[in-house]
């Protein structure tokens, strides 16, 4: 099993750590808010090609981005990792708000190894489920996206696309129509790390432009002006 710790907390994290991995699981982990949410990003990424979904281990309070913020913003991204959320935190409204925020399970501290574990081992089987569920081909009008092989191709023709420009390509053909802010995609393809003045989203969309919509085809990446980008095939 792949599982992602986002504690701050050093003393819980380290247990965790070493614990899940006596147990024989891949761990990873993460002592701040804006690092989780980048790292979880990637390991959606990665679980959408290898089939290997990670589970997330959510604190509720960490530095620069709280849990709950943080499992908002995966959902509303359509990111569908399970996630068990820790805190110390017990009352019932504290884990109905992390439940409706898109939490699978909730756990207050301090808690039992055995049931953490059990816990994760249950969410591990469902996100294995929905793993099986996901299109490992995504297509828009005659473009067409191939997890597995991780190649574009428009009207049959193969696309010469860099990792990054498929990274972009992926995130936009995963809901197609939806508005991508520059923010949004800034974070998803280069990660939390990136400077947020930086024009690389702006470089890198007049590069899959030039790519996909060329040669008087039905262009299907589209301008926002002041908001952001969307991939769509428009009628007509």
């Known amino acids: ?11 819980i994290a380290d247990f965790l750590g070493r614990g899940l991995r006596a147990e024989g699981h891949r761990v990873e ?22 089939g290997q979904p990670t589970v997330l281990v959510l604190d509720l309070m960490l530095p620069g981005m709280g849990g709950l913020e ?9 990111v569908a990792l399970p996630i068990l959320m820790l805190s110390a935190l017990g009352a019932v409204e504290d884990r109905v708000a992390g439940l409706r925020l898109g939490a699978d399970d909730y756990l207050a501290k ?3 190894f055995e049931e953490l574990l059990a816990r994760l081992e249950s969410l591990a089987r469902r996100g294995r489920e929905l793993a099986r569920q996901a299109p490992n081909r995504l297509e828009v009008a005659d473009l067409v996206f191939d997890r597995e092989r991780m190649q574009a191709s428009r009207g049959g023709r193969p696309l010469p696309l860099t990792a990054k420009e498929l990274a972009l390509l992926e995130l936009m053909m ?5 508005l ?19 024009n690389v989203v702006d470089v890198y969309i007049r590069r899959l432009r030039s790519k996909i919509d ?15 980008y969307r991939l769509e095939a428009l009628a007509g």
């Open 1 to 11: 099993m792949n599982i992602l710790v986002i504690e701050d907390d050093a003393r």
């Open 29 to 50: 982990q993460a002592a701040t808010g804006p690092e989780g949410l980048a790292m979880a990003r990637q390991a959606a990424r990665a679980a959408a090609t290898d």
């Open 70 to 78: 943080i499992c908002q913003t995966l959902r509303a991204e359509g």
């Open 110 to 112: 301090p808690f039992d």
């Open 174 to 178: 995963s809901a197609p129509g939806r």
């Open 180 to 198: 991508f802010s520059r923010e949004r995609i800034l974070a998803n393809v280069w990660g939390a790390s990136e400077d947020p003045l930086t």
């Open 214 to 228: 060329e040669d008087g085809v039905p262009p299907l990446i589209h301008t926002v002006r002041g908001l952001g």
